[in-house]
T-cell receptor, first 113, second 114 residues
Framework: GDSVTQMEGPVTLSEEAFLTINCTYT??????LFWYVQYPGEGLQLLLK?????DKGSNKGFEATYRKETTSFHLEKGSVQVSDSAVYFC????????????FGPGTRLSVLP | NAGVTQTPKFRVLKTGQSMTLLCAQD?????MYWYRQDPGMGLRLIHY???????AKGEVPDGYNVSRLKKQNFLLGLESAAPSQTSVYFC?????????????FGPGTRLTVL
């Protein structure tokens, strides 16, 4: 079945450092890929998404590129802020199983001033 | 446009008690989901619904029941609460039609079973 794997956390960075959170997936077809962010005490909210190979999703300085050849969707940000401290979830959705959404386990990011 | 709302926000139950969690969405979405989130375990799907009057089991359905009598509401019931059901519960909804439609989440319900 479909699955999403993320790098183990927690990730601790200093403010203005470069961020990469790795995400790889397994799917039978051609999924859409998503990054969600969960701030402390809140629900998940969509950060960015990509719907086909080589698409780049971007939002709030975060970027991720859909790499079909490596089945990856790594999240990057050039300069993190303390306010980026949160848990980040990678997820996928397959066309033929529209109701299904598969989430990765989440990666906790802490940014220190 | 409130999006996805959940009630209550917090609840403490004793073992064996029952309760219902309410999820409501005002986006006319067809799909709705209930997840639980436990420390270190990410999100686990309990039940979901692809339309009014339909429900289906997810990954961890035991001990829970659901109903979708109205399109905008999705109820999660615990008939006899157990300490293992202590968790944060999230509801989500999604428009049908394509795999690129994202899920929209509610703020969560924190449930403690003593």
């Amino acid at each position: 079945g479909d699955s999403v794997t993320q790098m183990e956390g927690p990730v601790t960075l200093s403010e203005e450092a470069f961020l990469t959170i790795n995400c790889t997936y397994t799917a039978t077809g051609y999924p859409s890929l998503f990054w969600y962010v969960q701030y402390p005490g809140e629900g998940l909210q969509l950060l960015l998404k990509a719907t086909k190979a080589d698409d780049k999703g971007s939002n709030k300085g975060f970027e991720a590129t859909y790499r079909k050849e490596t089945t990856s969707f790594h999240l990057e940000k050039g300069s993190v802020q303390v306010s980026d401290s949160a848990v980040y979830f990678c997820a996928l959705s397959e066309e033929n199983y529209g109701q299904n959404f598969v989430f990765g386990p989440g990666t906790r990011l802490s940014v220190l001033p | 446009n409130a999006g996805v709302t959940q009630t209550p926000k917090f609840r403490v139950l004793k073992t064996g008690q029952s309760m219902t969690l309410l999820c409501a969405q005002d986006m006319n979405h067809e799909y709705m989901y209930w997840y639980r989130q436990d420390p270190g375990m990410g999100l686990r799907l309990i039940h979901y619904s692809v339309g009014e009057g339909t429900t289906a089991k997810g990954e961890v359905p035991d001990g829970y029941n659901v109903s979708r009598l109205k399109k905008q509401n999705f109820l999660l019931g615990l008939e006899s609460a157990a300490p293992s059901q202590t968790s944060v519960y999230f509801c989500a909804s999604r428009r049908t039609g394509s795999s690129y439609n994202e899920q929209f989440f509610g703020p969560g319900t924190r449930l403690t079973v003593l």
